[in-house]
T-cell receptor
């Protein structure tokens, strides 16, 4: 089966700096990778996804990088703001509907 | 446009009681799902539905039932609550059969005593 792990349970960055949140997965057949943001007391919110035929995808202030060789993906947040403080989850889909979520990284933004 | 609405937001049950968590979406999404979120763990899929009348089991289905009689509604039933079912429950809907962009509700915090 698939397992999804995040490298760090917490990450603290200075406001204005770039943040990098990492995620590792185990199944080389995984072909969709998704990042979610969860603010305190709320449900997860979709940020960005990437398919396995891509190495990089950019959104508004976010970039996801996928390295299939080492089964690793990362979410980069540019110019981190206080509103970016949240828990970030990566999720992996290996086919069909089921998606496996990692445990999450809590991002703290210091003013 | 309300998105995904879950009720109730909080619930305390006694062991052995049953209850239904409600979930409704107004985006006309075919795909709906229920997750539980426990401390230090990611979301785990309980049950999901790929359309009205069609449901299937996720990773942790034991102790839960679902049905999908309409596109909009996807209730989750706890048959006989146990303390191990204390968790935060999220309902989600998606237009994608690969569940790549799910819209989540605000969650139901359930405590079983």
């Amino acid at each position: 089966g698939e397992s999804v792990g995040l490298h760090l349970p917490t990450l603290s960055v200075q406001e204005g700096d770039n943040s990098i949140i990492n995620c590792a997965y185990s199944n080389s057949a995984s072909d969709y990778f998704i990042w979610y943001k969860q603010e305190s007391g709320k449900g997860p919110q979709f940020i960005i996804d990437i398919r396995s035929n891509m190495d990089k995808r950019q959104g508004q202030r976010v970039t996801v990088l996928l390295n299939k060789t080492v089964k690793h993906l990362s979410l980069q947040i540019a110019a981190t703001q206080p509103g970016d403080s949240a828990v970030y989850f990566c999720a992996v889909n290996t086919g069909g509907f089921k998606t496996i979520f990692g445990a999450g990284t809590r991002l703290f933004v210091k003013a | 446009n309300a998105g995904v609405t879950q009720t109730p937001k909080f619930q305390v049950l006694k062991t052995g009681q049953s209850m239904t968590l409600q979930c409704a979406q107004d985006m006309n999404h075919e795909y709906m799902s229920w997750y539980r979120q426990d401390p230090g763990m990611g979301l785990r899929l309980i049950h999901y539905s790929v359309g009205a009348g069609i449901t299937d089991q996720g990773e942790v289905p034991n102790g839960y039932n679902v049905s999908r009689s309409t596109t909009e509604d996807f209730p989750l039933r706890l048959l006989s609550a146990a303390p191990s079912q204390t968790s935060v429950y999220f309902c989600a809907s998606s237009y994608s059969r690969r569940n790549t962009e799910a819209f989540f509700g605000q969650g139901t915090r359930l405590t079983v005593v």
